[in-house]
């Protein structure tokens, strides 16, 4: 099935014994020159390309401090070479989380402290951790900074705070602007910046897909639930990534977020102009790009005259939206103020469950025993409800409501300590299939302890990108690629709506396959 | 006044300029650089005085490192805590013998032990942790080796071969009035001294920045609330006034 060796799931993990060098060959496609232009930079290598990189580099310490208190305060501790799921999944030492940082920081070293240019001029830089820029270290950095999902698990554990993923998006926007970007990262945001979602999907597109979803909501319970695009004046505007429009198992979210506002009875509608909740533009650390395409939020809300707006399951998206709109795209003060713009999904359904306004019938995913994946960006990045982890007790609460059989996975798997699906950050392509395969393992490994202990049979989740990850990297551990399941898919199968046809319910629950 | 004092007492001058400007610079930048966007690593406080509180258990107790890695915390709590000890115990060279630092003196002086412990537990784990090994530089095992030679030398003239510290504390007490008195000439004196001076001097270009970084990682000391407050840096300001 691969071409490159599946690990293995172990019944105990394990720390790995370094393999140096094993993932050098993992670099994602180049950005081609037009794509590049678009987005407002180089369309390919620069001639002067180390000078210009070495600028951009001093640029960014002055514009964000997090990579400049980040870049000196490392001690080499090593509190944190154990935590990345790339490297526990790879064994190569180039990606364990200090390692990674290095390979920006012996360059900051080396042109920006004073050790690093006396060593420097004396030839030996490695003596103090520094490092001359050349074709090498830019293919490392090429290679490695799209080898870290940005899930910042690493700086739960390290004793400052050192946030890789802060370094990886300075990285990327260095690369980017000499010239080499991703191709899948820039060609995604190209598409949202001109079209209005990373598929690329026009607004006749999209009005169709739900308009037949319309119909087999209609076909599986009788009840007449609407999918509203482009509808001026109604209270909500939903946000959520386009995945959710045509992959399976997103698009039975989709169907279960339509039917908690059917049964809220609160009008909503999608916008075809910002129909994308997924901001590419933090992956490869550009604020510019990220704002653009916030704005598109702002301005559709405007437009559609709502009260409030409301993101579907998706994880950096969530960063985005919750930690980020409001400074990128805000102030939100035209709208209504009694709620938190923007609201995620799971708060809207779970103020609803609390209301006691939704018809639950748990024992309709009685086919499925669930444990739940908790995506990286949600989990580190950002919060839902009024208290620090609200973004952990919430879906949970959800499950909890909508099936009787529930277990989490390993302790120091999940919350703060989830590993991410190995697919976030911008690595969600094909041409990085074995990184993606092999950064998985710590969360099979999991979900196989599990499956093993409590006889799981599905993984809910609340990312898009997790969701499709894990359809594409389930098999490869010997699980089925439809064990995932999307969160507002058992409020979906879980749901009475007033004047549902009973036997619909049944047709409609997750086929069981092991 | 002997060559040696003056060399010493112009050595502690420049190592002194070096260590307080140098730092005050770094501080300055930290203080200056713009956090654009919020990034507190969640779940995260909500309040001013819930980060601080946050701050506070990194601070004294070491908190992510203690979730992270149970060894290289025993050994840097080991080492910090003993440095704590070992610092307040030194005060009493520049300051009159209040009853509180007469009273710290004892713990000063064993918390040498805890310090070489947890230094070496460092430096062993550097040696031998493939991982470890990976990530170090020649500077990193110096570093250590560096403040291991400070500790044992300091414990040398503790438990072994006393030196005049009636006359160390003229000396230093001379260079901060610049009133300058002859330094004993004990050559374990001599090494100490001339280490804690390159310590000093190394201060700001190195790691040891991470004692004023940790106040300033946004990841850490950031209140969640962007919800509720919009947070906007001045040039990502400049880019709406600019227009669209
Ligand atoms: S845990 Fe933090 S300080 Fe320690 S090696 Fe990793 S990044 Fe550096
Ligand atoms: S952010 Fe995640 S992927 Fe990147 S280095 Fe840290 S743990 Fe690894």
């Not at chain 1, 293995?8 to 950005?31: D, F, N």
């Not at chain 1, 319309?214 to 009788?222: C, K, M, Q, R, W």
């Not at chain 2, 230094?119 to 080796?145: K, Q, W």
């Amino acid at each position: 099935m691969a071409d490159f060796e599946v690990p293995e799931l172990r019944e105990y993990p394990i720390i790995p014994k370094l393999k140096e060098g094993v993932m050098a060959h993992s670099s994602p496609y180049v950005a081609k020159p037009e794509l590049q232009q678009q987005l407002g930079f180089p369309g390919e290598m620069v001639d002067d390309w180390k000078e210009k990189a070495i600028d951009t580099l001093g640029e960014l310490t002055g514009k964000y401090r997090s990579l400049q208190v980040f870049l000196d305060s490392c001690v080499k501790c090593g509190a944190c070479t154990d935590k990345c799921h790339y490297y526990l999944g790879t064994s190569d030492p180039k990606n364990m989380p200090v390692a990674r940082q290095d390979l920006l920081r012996k360059v900051y070293r080396r042109y920006y402290t004073l050790p690093g240019k006396i060593f420097g001029k004396l030839g030996m830089p490695g003596f103090v951790g520094a490092a001359e820029l050349t074709e090498e270290v830019m293919d490392d950095w090429y290679a490695y900074f799209h080898q870290c999902s940005q899930c910042r698990r690493c700086s739960v554990y390290c004793p400052y705070g050192i946030d890789t993923a802060e370094i990886s998006m300075a990285a990327r926007e260095i690369m980017d602007a000499v010239g080499k970007g991703q191709k899948y990262c820039n060609e995604i945001i190209g598409k949202a910046q001109i079209i209005g979602n990373n598929l690329g999907l026009p607004e006749p597109a999209l009005k169709n897909t739900l308009e037949g979803l319309e119909e087999d909501i209609e076909d599986e319970t009788g009840v007449k639930v609407r999918m509203p695009l482009d509808e001026k004046g109604a209270d909500v505007l939903l946000i959520t990534p386009s995945a959710d429009f045509f992959a399976e198992p997103h698009i039975d979210g989709l169907i279960g977020y339509a039917k908690v506002f059917h049964a809220a009875g609160i009008s909503w509608t999608m916008s075809s102009y910002a129909s994308e909740a997924a901001n590419f533009g933090m992956f490869i650390g550009s604020y510019e790009n990220t704002r653009k395409l916030s704005l598109r939020i702002r301005e559709a809300a405007i437009e559609l005259g709502v009260k409030r707006i409301v993101f579907g399951e998706c994880g950096h998206a969530w960063r985005v939206a919750y930690s980020f709109l409001n400074t990128l795209a805000g102030p939100f003060d035209f709208l209504d103020p009694n709620y938190p713009v923007p609201q995620h999904i799971c708060e809207f359904t779970y103020e609803l469950m609390q209301q006691g306004k939704l018809n639950l019938d748990p024992s309709a995913n009685d086919d499925m025993v669930l444990t739940y994946h908790d995506s990286c960006n949600v989990a580190r990045a950002s919060r839902m409800g009024d208290k620090p982890g609200g973004q952990f007790e919430i879906p949970r609460a959800i499950i909890r409501a909508t099936c009787n059989n529930f277990h989490d996975m390993p302790a120091d798997t999940i919350k703060e300590g989830t590993f991410c699906c190995g697919g976030g950050g911008g690595l969600l392509t094909d041409d990085l299939m074995e990184i993606r395969v092999k950064g998985a393992m710590p969360r099979m490994q999991a979900l196989n302890d599990v499956t093993k202990n409590h006889s799981v049979t599905h993984m809910a989740a609340i990312c898009a990108i997790c969701k499709s990850q894990f359809s594409k990297v389930l098999p490869y551990y010997g699980f089925e690629m439809d064990q995932i399941v999307s969160l507002h898919q058992l409020v979906s199968n879980a749901i009475i709506l007033d004047g549902q046809v009973t036997e619909g319910q049944e047709t409609e629950g997750e086929e069981i396959t092991n | 006044m002997s060559f040696l004092t003056v060399t010493y007492a112009l050595t502690f001058y420049f190592a002194a300029i070096v260590f307080v400007f140098g730092l005050a610079y770094r501080i300055r930048t930290y203080a200056k650089s713009p956090a654009p966007l919020k990034i507190p690593t969640t779940p995260a406080p909500t309040t001013r005085t819930g980060v601080v509180v946050r701050m506070l258990k990194e601070l004294t107790v070491f908190e992510s490192l203690f979730k992270s890695n149970k060894w290289i915390w025993l050994f840097g709590i080991l080492f910090h805590a003993a440095l704590l000890l070992a610092f307040i115990r030194h005060l009493r060279y520049i300051l009159p013998d209040w009853s509180l630092l007469v009273f710290m003196q004892p713990f000063g002086k064993y918390a040498s032990f805890a310090m070489v412990i947890g230094l070496g537990g460092l430096l062993v784990r550097r040696i031998v942790v493939d991982r470890v090994r990976y990530i170090s530089a020649p500077s990193d095992y110096l570093m250590l080796v560096l403040i291991i030679a400070i500790a044992a030398s300091g414990m040398l003239m503790t438990f072994v071969e006393h030196t005049d510290i009636v006359a160390l504390k003229a000396f230093l007490l001379g260079l901060i009035f610049v009133d300058w008195n002859p330094l004993p000439t004990d050559l374990i004196l001599l090494v100490h001294l001339a280490l804690v001076a390159l310590l000093m001097i190394i201060f700001p270009f190195s790691k040891l920045l991470h004692a004023p970084g940790v106040f300033f990682s946004p990841t850490r000391n950031q209140v969640d609330n962007p919800r509720e407050h919009r947070h906007i840096a001045a040039w990502a300001a400049k880019l709406e006034t600019s227009g669209k």
